[in-house]
């Protein structure tokens, strides 16, 4: 797709939902009914306040303290505010039955049918053959955690993390934090990797963004394929698919040559002087070669990263949902993590905050539970800083997890070989899906439980960001829609009352939120009547490395037992086009801008502008599509070993030439998603069921497909 049309697509998403946009006569008029919340379409949590009108949600303004949302919502967060409308809402608990269909049951024989299934699989194989899969949003994952933790397992892994969780472990693995926060609007320099793959953050890292170019900052996106908010970039450099990390070694091999910049950072790292040695062949001869980037460009960029430092970073956690996928993303955390400790960044003006404030739940009566088992995932992937998703469902489909709960989590849908991950969650004896609408991942369940929309009840606060952190609070808005749907506190503490662990919640969600909001110092009803509550960054040096050393550390013993060397160095990709021949490409995927993941694509409004707009179409590159005979337009069918789909192709400049695009959202392949049906094709479809080494995210980038003119 053009970078017009995706503009005109974005620019069509905030227009779309302007209806939800305040005025001051509006706002004194609706002000009665104003009840602070947040938007749960990602882990940012956006806070804003939603007006009500004979108790349904008329209106919703994003909330000013609320460094995210700052003042609005992006297109996802107003498609979502839809939610509890949706006209594909689950209206009752539903038990699979021996042919395949479900049949609607009771709340209190679902929960004590679940319960018994819950106990005798611990009794027969154990807790460790029980395992969750969470949605990365604050009261789902801390409820289902607590749950099972009190069960006696440790087994709970991020939905939200499944192709950034390599870039988290990496990050994890050198400087013992998982992910970090760019202060964009005083910084003088950013290298944003990755963008492409979650094209448009929250709103007010993109105020940010538009801040420090107004005053002069360099904002340089380095990708496959140009995203939308390149619009607030004022350089996009054009790689080869998977190499960032061939760019990154380069750029620490000439920030290292700076003896201010390698002086300053031998006092904070550990092992320095070993990655100094590795990095020597890395020039930017080299990094050109690789990339497809002009070397005098490496070049200059060190001297433009070196010159602003510590103003300057490298950022890899963009929106913190994606970043990852192929099969050198760990080690491109790594490398990252440590370049951005030689540029002397974290936790100053400018830089990156690595360290944030946190909700300390040890300081309260609702203390985590301690278990004793091991991470199920760990022995295989041992370098995954918590754990894998993806192992978890392939133990499952091996038989080693027998109890699986997923909450808002459809991984059917967004893993690699969906038939493989159907097969799965199938193969287990238990299957829990909590959900609002029912899913592909759903439809394979054993129960079905009606999730309440966020808004439907009093939420759990959450801590975000680390430049400007805030505390989040969450009331109720509406009653529920759906009088059968729970939230997913009652449903937790149902299954604790049908599994004989219900002393673990011997508390209301109020009181938890109360807690939660007193050890960061904050008054739970102030900070309700806030939405957000504005908490002091940790400064510089404050920063305490929860390494083994105490420091940044460039060498992991771990990383060498994984396959790795114990520095940083390259790792190819797992596959490569050039490898393959003429006609084969790599099929890349993402989140489009006014997407999250499949969460948002039955959101009515969301998908009327996905349709109009052919958000689900294929992009390909303008002179690989004109040497196959393909113009914008087409039909084309894309295939390969695992799957063959026809879908309208985008022709375009602004991709590289071996790799086509895909977004990550469409291809609905359960029939009660109305609203996205017929939009597009599943992208995972194609992607063999495969993780990357030691860190065990999937593999998404790393599939080959040809492409042909239908009929052709």
């Excluded at 498609?79 to 949706?86: D, K, R």
């Excluded at 004793?372 to 993806?390: F, M, N, V």
Aim: some cysteine; proline content about 4%.
């Amino acid at each position: 797709m053009a970078a017009s049309a995706a503009g005109a697509a974005l620019a069509a998403s905030g227009a779309a939902l302007a209806g939800c946009a305040s005025s001051s006569a509006v706002d004194t008029a609706y002000a009665a009914e104003a009840v602070n919340t947040q938007c749960a379409a990602c882990p940012k949590q956006c806070s804003y306040a939603a007006y009500t009108v004979d108790g349904s949600i008329d209106k919703v303004v994003g909330n000013t303290t609320d460094p995210a949302s700052a003042g609005t919502l992006c297109a996802r967060g107003y498609g979502m505010a839809t939610a509890a409308t949706s006209a594909d809402r689950l209206e009752s608990p539903m038990r699979r039955t021996d042919s395949g269909s479900y049949e609607a049951i009771p709340w209190d024989e679902a929960l004590a049918e679940i319960g018994k299934a819950l106990t005798d699989i611990k009794a027969d194989k154990g807790a460790a053959a029980l395992a969750a899969i969470i949605p990365g949003t604050s009261t789902a994952d801390w409820y289902t955690e607590r749950f099972m933790n009190a069960l006696g397992s440790p087994n709970v892994y991020l939905n939200a993390t499944t192709a950034s969780s390599s870039v988290a472990s990496g990050l994890a693995l050198a400087t013992g934090f998982t992910s970090y926060e760019v202060d964009y609007a005083q910084a003088k320099i950013v290298v944003i990797l990755g963008a492409s793959t979650v094209e448009m953050p929250d709103p007010g890292t993109i105020a940010s963004l538009e801040a420090a170019k107004a005053a002069g900052a360099k904002i340089v996106m380095v990708d496959s394929r140009m995203p939308a908010s390149a619009s607030v970039a004022t350089e996009y450099l054009g790689v080869k698919a998977g190499t960032e990390l061939a760019l990154v070694l380069a750029v620490a091999r000439g920030l290292l040559s700076k003896d201010d910049l390698a002086n300053a950072a031998a006092a904070k790292m550990e092992g320095l002087a070993e990655w100094e040695r590795a990095l020597a062949s890395y020039t930017p001869q080299w990094a050109a070669s690789v990339t497809g980037l002009a070397e005098d460009r490496i070049q200059s960029l060190v001297g433009e990263l070196a010159a602003a430092a510590p103003a300057a970073c490298i950022d890899l956690t963009w929106m913190a949902l994606f970043g990852g996928s192929y099969g050198n993303s760990g080690e491109l955390a790594r490398a990252v993590a440590l370049t951005n400790t030689v540029l002397g960044c974290w936790n100053v003006p400018g830089g990156a905050y690595v360290a944030a404030p946190t909700i300390d739940w040890s300081a309260t009566a609702m203390a985590p539970i301690a278990v004793e088992e091991a991470d199920a995932t760990a022995a295989e992937y041992p370098l995954a800083a918590a754990g894998s998703a993806a192992q978890a469902l392939r133990l499952a489909h091996d038989g080693a997890i027998a109890g699986l709960i997923l909450v808002d989590a459809n991984v059917v849908a967004e893993y690699p070989d969906p038939d493989y991950v159907r097969e799965a969650v199938e193969t287990c004896t238990l299957s829990v899906a909590v959900t609002p609408e029912m899913t592909e991942t759903a439809r394979c369940c054993t129960y079905v439980l009606p999730e309440q929309v966020w808004a439907e009840s009093a939420q759990l606060p959450v801590v975000t960001g680390a430049v400007h952190p805030a505390l989040k609070v969450s009331l109720q808005v509406i009653d529920p829609a759906v009088s059968e749907a729970r939230s997913v506190s009652q449903i937790v503490e149902g299954l604790a009352q049908a599994t004989d662990t219900a002393g673990a919640f011997s508390f209301t969600v109020e009181d938890a939120a109360r807690a939660a909001c007193e050890s960061c110092g904050c008054a739970y009803e102030a900070a309700a009547a806030l939405g957000a509550t504005s908490l002091a960054p940790v400064a510089a040096e404050a920063v305490v490395w929860p390494t083994a050393s105490g420091k940044v550390e460039c060498a992991c013993a771990a990383c060498e037992t994984a396959g790795y060397t114990a520095t940083p160095t390259w790792v190819e990709p797992s596959v490569s086009p050039d490898a393959l021949g003429y006609g084969y490409y790599r099929l890349t995927t993402g989140n489009q801008a006014v997407q999250a993941t499949t969460k948002t694509a039955n959101a009515a409004p969301v998908a009327a502008i996905a349709e109009q707009y052919g958000l689900d179409g294929l992009w390909m590159n303008a002179a690989a599509a004109e040497a196959a005979g393909i113009a914008g337009g087409d039909k084309v069918v894309i295939e390969n070993e695992y799957a063959s789909a026809p879908v309208r192709v985008h022709v375009t400049e602004l991709i590289e030439p071996a790799a086509m695009y895909l977004a990550s959202h469409y291809g609905v392949e359960d029939d009660e998603q109305r609203q996205a049906d017929g939009l597009g094709v599943r992208q995972a479809r194609f992607a063999t069921f495969g993780l990357e080494p030691g860190y065990g995210a999937p593999l998404l980038q790393e599939t080959m497909v040809t492409v042909g003119k239908a009929g052709a």
